[in-house]
């Protein structure tokens, strides 16, 4: 499928890049925070701003054994109930973001992170479901979102090939309206070098979907790479100041940052355009400016075409330089003042023609 639509924007192919800002953690706690994030969203060029619908029990428990505290990395230390606990968006937040997205011409949907958290976003009418990497493999999730009849959007940063087959085969027999997957590097913040965005048109011809990238590099180059190589959705976090902290501010982007990835990405897609070789339809005006074969001396009837009365200059309204060979040697019909663009039909002979 190479295009599907959510809430009536079409996505995919032939469409500009369908561009979502990830709240995620970045309200840091504050509801009011939360909605002036939505609000810049909409002021930043985002398409959609796209929520996490969890809860620290509904993702996992409060435990500190092994497997429970992350080692290494920027939540090094945390457990993953503590940082869940903090990262969340309150359940009853919802129906406000969902409201105030909508006021400002935003798209808004979620990640469901497990399947009370899709009954939930039912009743907020959810138009469509985002899979996070890390959950791309909890099939009956897939199953449940797919059922709902809503387009789905699956970031691929944490399932190998055979998961991803299995989660296409899963979301198609599910009876999902469209699905998109994302090529996505899950490391937090993810190197440039990581990125391997050549996976991109790889991933869209292999498995026959729309295709995107769930970006967490610093930046807006790579997201205006991956939308060079066919890249029909890109998602990346957001914030309203990185140095507000957070748990994801690290890898999000500051509005004025998100407008100038929003402009460069849509700018990019716009120097798509369609496949045509040689000479663009914009030059044909300078076309002026081309090389070509002229009088450069005041030319007497019956006069030889020599290399000194004859030469290739700008402007481009006589013959071609690859007739100069042809040319010399050529007598002249008439008269040709200096600065003629020659013409076969200035040449005596009919033989003058013959190389025409």
Request: aromatic share 6%.
């Amino acid at each position: 499928m190479s295009q599907f639509s959510i809430d009536g924007r079409a996505i995919g192919a032939g469409e500009p890049p369908f561009l979502i800002a990830e709240l995620s953690g970045n309200h840091n706690g504050d509801m009011a925070r939360a909605l002036r994030l939505v609000d810049k969203a909409a002021e930043s060029g985002a398409d959609a701003i796209k929520l996490q619908t969890y809860t620290a029990d509904t993702i996992t428990i409060d435990h500190a054994g092994p497997g429970f505290t992350i080692s290494g990395g920027l939540w090094d230390g945390r457990t993953l109930h503590d940082l869940y606990q903090e990262a969340h968006t309150p359940w009853d937040w919802h129906p406000e973001l969902f409201a105030r997205a909508r006021a400002g011409g935003l798209i808004v949907f979620s990640s469901p992170f497990d399947e009370t958290a899709i009954d939930f976003l039912e009743e907020q009418n959810c138009p469509a479901y985002k899979i996070a990497s890390f959950e791309a493999m909890d099939l009956p999730l897939v199953a449940k979102a797919a059922a709902t009849g809503k387009p789905m959007i699956a970031s691929t940063g944490m399932v190998d090939e055979d998961e991803i087959a299995e989660l296409i085969t899963t979301a198609r027999q599910s009876g999902g309206a469209g699905l998109a997957l994302l090529h996505c590097v899950s490391a937090y913040p993810a190197p440039v070098t990581a990125s391997n965005l050549r996976a991109i048109p790889v991933l869209a011809e292999r498995h026959g979907t729309v295709v995107g990238l769930s970006d967490h590099t610093p930046g807006s180059a790579v997201a205006v790479a991956a939308v060079s190589l066919g890249a029909a959705i890109i998602e990346k976090h957001f914030c309203l100041s990185r140095a507000d902290g957070g748990v994801d501010a690290a890898f999000s982007l500051e509005p004025d940052e998100f407008r100038r990835l929003a402009d460069d990405c849509r700018t990019a897609w716009q120097a798509l355009g369609e496949v045509r070789l040689g000479r663009q339809a914009a030059a044909e005006p300078n076309l002026q400016f081309r090389r070509s074969l002229y009088a450069v001396r005041d030319i007497a009837a019956g006069e030889i075409m020599t290399g000194e009365n004859v030469r290739s200059i700008r402007p481009g309204y006589g013959l071609a330089p690859k007739h100069l060979d042809q040319v010399v040697g050529r007598r002249a019909a008439g008269e040709i003042p200096r600065g003629t663009p020659l013409s076969w039909d200035l040449f005596a002979g009919d033989e003058a023609r013959e190389e025409e």
